[in-house]
């Protein structure tokens, strides 16, 4: 029964708004000359420039002054009292069909955050929907508010996981929301370590994906991520990536995870997904940089019989411990002639990055590129082409090379004169000229990389 509610919103309603009408414009001067403070009508007579009231003795110092209108400024926070009463009146029915919770700012839903029991409160329900969600999953993806309220979350949510008497659907509601916040989820970052080093596998992988999205801050929790590597079995297990990936997430990744990282690369992996861990493993290593050295016999051997996709990862990693050793030199310049376009990306931004490794490369890709045999040019030619801006001295070359025979090798010069074509005039001529190459495969890659 909702009409006693409107039917009491609309008495206060008409009461609240004639009260302040009357209030405020009841008592006009209408030609009357009244003291502005105690309102004794004076002798409309005077007109001198300075009046004193007889009755309170107040003077008054502009004449206009005594035609002020009476407002009776008590009654009107009375009526502005009323109009408040009577608009909650009126909300009432509504209010107690939907919860408050719909009516109520973020700020006040998120201090509510914490003292919810399970994630079908009003309360959640209703900041959740504030927020973007999964629609296949029904997950809170991203967090969109004011850099102080989704602090003031991340505080809420951790307050959450502290609480020992939460349940598991509120924990994991809150580890949720963790996620989604991302790096500002800072301030419970104790909390998650502790979710880390108690068990229950679900929480543990919302916890390590919350702490992956902070990294590279909040350091401390890499012992925590260190020991999920190092529990019995942890190579079958579906989270151990995500620990292997937050701790490379992390700059520099800490030099301390190179052991335990070893042993796990070691340990026989049965399940699916132990060449995803392999690869996370494998970039790990490399994030940490030099002080990685001890893996780089693994990588040297392990390199020899994987997928294009995982030699790509490892020539990364290699580049990044030490490109500079001379198994290294080999396989990064071996990556340079793959024929896997991964593998030659990886190779190529090494290679740009040392001089020591572009000088060398350029001569023997150069010499290669001047080769009988036709398979050998166009692998030079591809490399060329990778390196990008890098194979500029080799320009002259490459020039040449496209009116090579081998229609391959024209189209991989092509594509690497156009990398020079802004910064080399002769370049970017030698394409103009292409674009009318009797082969229409050339004249159409030559015009599609014409400059603008
Ligand atoms: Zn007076």
């Known amino acids: 029964m909702d009409w006693p509610w409107y039917i009491g919103a609309s008495l206060a309603g008409m009461v609240g708004v004639s009260l302040l009408a009357w209030s405020l414009f009841a008592d006009r001067s209408r030609g009357r000359l009244r003291c502005p403070r105690c309102w004794y009508q004076i002798a409309p007579r005077v007109e001198t420039l300075s009046i004193t009231c007889p009755e309170c003795g107040r003077s008054v110092a502009k004449f206009s002054h005594l035609r002020r209108t009476h407002r009776r400024w008590r009654w009107a926070l009375v009526a502005v009292c009323t109009c408040v009463i009577a608009s909650a009146l009126g909300a009432a029915?509504?209010?107690?069909?939907?919860?408050?919770?719909r009516y109520a700012p973020t700020t006040v839903l998120i201090l509510a955050y914490s003292h919810a029991d399970s994630p079908a409160d009003e309360v959640i329900k209703q900041l959740d929907s504030r927020f973007k969600i999964n629609e296949n999953w029904g997950v809170v993806e991203s967090v969109n508010l004011r850099p102080w309220q989704e602090t003031l979350l991340a505080k809420q949510c951790a307050a959450v996981l502290r609480d020992e008497s939460a349940g598991k659907k509120m924990r994991n509601h809150a580890l949720g929301l963790l996620v989604a916040l991302g790096p500002r989820s800072l301030p419970a970052i104790d909390e998650l370590i502790a979710t880390i080093e108690a068990n229950g596998e679900y929480e543990m992988y919302s916890a390590l994906r919350a702490i992956q999205a902070i990294a590279p801050q909040g350091r401390r929790a890499i012992p925590a991520l260190i020991a999920v590597l190092t529990r019995p079995g942890a190579q079958d297990e579906y989270y151990t990536?995500?620990?292997?990936?937050?701790?490379?997430a992390y700059i520099p990744a800490p030099a301390e995870a190179v052991e335990p990282l070893?042993?796990?690369?070691?340990r026989k992996m049965r399940t699916y997904s132990s060449e995803s861990l392999k690869d996370s493993i494998v970039r790990t290593l490399g994030r940490i940089g030099p002080e990685a050295i001890a893996a780089l016999p693994?990588?040297?051997e392990q390199i020899k019989d994987t997928a294009p996709l995982t030699r790509?990862?490892?020539v990364e990693s290699i580049g990044l411990i030490d490109p500079l050793h001379a198994e290294s030199r080999r396989l990064i310049f071996d990556g340079l002639l793959h024929a896997e376009v991964h593998v030659r990306a990886a190779s190529a931004e090494i290679t740009r990055r040392h001089p020591q490794l572009l000088g060398p490369s350029l001569e023997r890709l150069t010499t290669d590129l001047q080769s009988e045999s036709s398979a050998v040019r166009l692998a030079a030619a591809r490399a060329l082409s990778s390196l990008g801006?890098?194979?500029a001295p080799a320009r002259d070359l490459l020039v040449v090379a496209c009116a090579d025979e081998n229609r391959s090798v024209r189209l991989f010069a092509v594509e690497a004169l156009w990398s020079l074509a802004e910064t080399e005039p002769t370049a970017a001529a030698r394409l103009q000229s292409l674009a009318a190459d009797p082969d229409v495969v050339v004249a159409r890659a030559a015009r599609r990389r014409l400059p603008r």
Not at 241 to 248: I, K
Not at 262 to 266: E, G, I, K, Y
């Open 93 to 101: 029915p509504a209010v107690r069909r939907s919860g408050w919770a």
């Open 241 to 248: 990536d995500t620990a292997v990936d937050a701790l490379g």
């Open 262 to 266: 070893l042993d796990l690369m070691q």
């Open 298 to 300: 693994y990588l040297f």
């Open 312 to 314: 790509a990862v490892h």
């Open 389 to 391: 801006p890098g194979a």
